[in-house]
């Protein structure tokens, strides 16, 4: 089975760029699609940004699109999540979440069965 491991969080002031990386290991990483989620203190995971398992086909939430871009790299077992233009209210842990399958977009958390540790973004004003 798949186990994921996500890095490039950070301190950045509002405006600035962060690029997350989720890295897979220990499975046909192109049988899964993968989602974002994040997580601030006192609040639930939510749904972030998803790519389906070629990377064809991808979704965010609305208060992140036109910012973050998701992409994923199946030869290099990698999705990214690059977030620009950052702002304190995207502050949290970001998780990133597979399941096997390959379109269909599932935005909550219950859907996927595969989590990395989490990584964190702090945003300052």
């Known amino acids: 089975q798949v186990q994921l491991v996500e890095s490039g969080g950070g301190l950045v002031q509002a405006g600035g760029s962060l690029r997350l990386s989720c890295a897979a290991s220990?499975?046909?990483?192109?049988?899964?699609?993968v989602a974002w989620f994040r997580q601030a203190p006192g609040k639930e995971r939510e749904f972030v940004s998803f790519?389906?398992?070629?990377?064809?086909?991808?979704y965010s939430e609305d208060s992140v699109k036109g910012r973050f871009t998701v992409s994923r790299d199946n030869a290099k077992n990698t999705v990214y999540l690059q977030m620009n233009t950052l702002k304190p209210e995207d502050t949290a842990v970001y998780f990133c979440?597979?399941?096997?399958?390959?379109?269909?977009?599932?935005?909550?958390?219950?859907?996927?069965?595969?989590w990395g540790q989490g990584t964190q973004v702090t945003v300052s004003s």
């Open positions: 790519v389906s398992s070629n990377g064809g086909r991808t």
């Open positions: 220990g499975g046909t990483f192109s049988d899964y699609k």
């Open positions: 979440a597979a399941r096997a399958g390959s379109t269909a977009v599932i935005l909550t958390p219950q859907g996927y069965n595969i």
